[in-house]
């Protein structure tokens, strides 16, 4: 095994200067191992500033996954074929508009809580699924452009041994510390353990890396012999789409947009924030970063477009253009067309940044399976302490998982678009029926649930292996399709099946979900923590007698509302 010194090094000094501040900013929790709060570790107390808040919300998008992947789509497709920085720029300012403020104002603790509250425990559970395969996904592209890193630093090792390494570190596999595993070991045993203010502040640290690692070596990359005027290259890097990719790109266009909006690690800042609006300014001035931030990326893409690799020290045996080196094509740029102290700092700084941008994803859900899969659905009585190991065991299942599928895929730029194309379908729906549309119910909910993933299975999905049993003809986006599929599905059958309850169609006894005439006798609230007086609950008594709590009442929809005028007719 070759190993590049300097680069090794790099990473070692990254990875402390990150543990130094993990810890100092896990010391600002109030939250201790001999009394454990759980809203504590994933909300920060809702105490995180406007700053600190921009630099995390900016983070939560912009990793190794965000940087690698875009410099191997500008270089592999061109930049009109780089759609993830305008995506999800545009899918912050949407979510900063539609979402931040309801969801703040609610005092929820993860983005299940507004559909077990509305829908009931099990069906919560069932979206959480989508959830989670998001998640999954998402770790898996970062822990994939984390291998395409480790894998240039020790030049014989295979992209798959370092997501494998990558996967050890990430979900604490290792019974003993070797190399700088032992470091990202640490790193995530201090988010574990400092929660949400020790990611926080390390975000602050990771852009930081991004910013000036990058920045630094564009000028050296540019200067190179090899590399031609990427002004005049414009043409080659530009890209091209023809007619018959419009369709393609607008239907992914609309999934980074929409499809980056139900997501644990974005409402986890949302909801950690001072207050709505400050929640709400955090989405644009991130979409702000998020642009800002892929420029340098961009230009890498470009660079290596505009080289003749035949001119570098690269191994010329070896295709750059094959879809394993395109994968590379960021740290390769570092390694072969700068100064090797340029390159280790670029290296180092992508390397550690990655990694911050790992335990954050597994962590946000690890918080909604501990929370509102085992607390709620399963383990009602559960304490802090049981919660929190949960929790913890979560982060090694979630990272076992994402380094699997980081191996199977070859791309990181496909797995952007496999984290959001469930999460698309399924869950946007149901999140804007949950926060905009009143009369929407559980069965309206399982309704759209089985139909979406339905229809998202009989297209397929070629990387994964699942042909196409049904084409909607050219004109048509196959994936945002679905989406409308689910959407209207869940606003048809749920005032349908409201209206056969109300007028008496259907009798009570065949309310199987009670959630509309055959309501039991108390619905509780959800939360136990320390922060429950932001939520104002309300009594309903309705003319049968029975007694149960609504809403928050500062939600922007209520559960029950619309169909209590039926349940009187219900003696």
Known sequence: MIVHLGGLVAIIIFYILI???????????????????????????????LLVGIFTMTATWVGGAYINGTAEQVFS???????????????????????????????????????????????????????????????????????????????????????VMSGKYSTLTSCYFRKTGNLAAVVIIYTLFGGLYS??????????????GLWIAVPFAMQHKSVGDIVTTWPEWRGHLDKSQMVEWTDNMLLLVF???????????????????????????????????????????????????????????????????????????????????IAFIGLGAVSAA????????????????????????????ASEREVLLVMRIGIFLVGIGAACIG??????????????DLVYVILFPQLLCVVYVP??????????????FFFRFLIGEPLLGIPATIHFGPYIPPKSLCMLLSLATILIVSQ?????????????????????????????????SSTTDELHYRVIRPATGQQYLAEPAMMVNSSFSQSQEGISAYD
Not at 199 to 212: E, P, R, S
Not at 439 to 452: C, D, E, Q, R
């Open 199 to 212: 990611v926080a502040y390390t975000d602050v640290v990771q852009l930081g890396f991004i910013f000036v």
């Open 259 to 341: 499809g980056g909006i139900p997501w644990q690690v974005y409402f986890q800042r949302v909801l950690s924030a001072k207050s709505a609006k400050k929640a709400m300014y955090l989405s644009f001035c991130a979409a702000v970063g998020c642009i800002v931030l892929a420029i340098p990326p961009v230009l890498i893409g470009a660079i290596a477009k505009s080289a003749d690799w035949n001119m570098t020290d690269y191994d010329i045996k070896k295709d750059i253009h094959s879809p394993e080196a395109s994968k590379l094509i960021l740290p390769l740029v570092l390694l072969h067309l700068c100064p090797k102290f």
């Open 19 to 49: 543990l130094l501040v993990g810890i100092w900013a896990g010391k600002k929790q109030k939250s201790s191992e001999a009394s454990p709060d759980t809203e504590e570790i994933m909300l920060a107390g809702r105490n995180i500033g």
């Open 439 to 452: 009369h929407t119910n559980t069965y309206g909910s399982l309704a759209a649930y089985i139909v979406g």
């Open 407 to 420: 191996i199977l895929v070859s791309s990181i730029y496909v797995l952007w678009y496999l984290s959001s």
């Open 496 to 528: 349908l099946v409201k209206c056969l309850f109300e007028r008496r169609i259907l009798p009570p006894k065949y309310d199987i979900f009670h959630c509309l005439v055959d309501i039991p006798n108390e619905i509780l609230p959800l939360r136990e």
């Open 77 to 163: 497709s061109g930049l009109l074929a780089c759609q993830a920085p305008i995506g999800y720029a545009v899918s912050l300012i949407v979510g900063g508009l539609l979402f931040a403020q309801p969801m703040r104002d609610a005092g929820y603790v993860t983005m299940l809580d507004p559909f077990q509250r509305k829908y009931g425990q099990r069906m919560g559970g069932l979206l959480f699924i989508p959830a989670l395969l998001g998640e999954v996904f998402w770790s898996a592209a970062i822990l994939s452009a984390l291998g395409a890193t480790i894998s240039v630093i020790f030049t014989d090792i295979s992209i798959t041994a370092s997501i």
């Open 354 to 381: 990655v990694m911050s941008s790992a335990d954050s994803s597994v962590l946000s859900a690890s918080s909604m399976f501990a929370r509102n899969i085992w607390k709620l659905v399963f383990r009602d009585q």
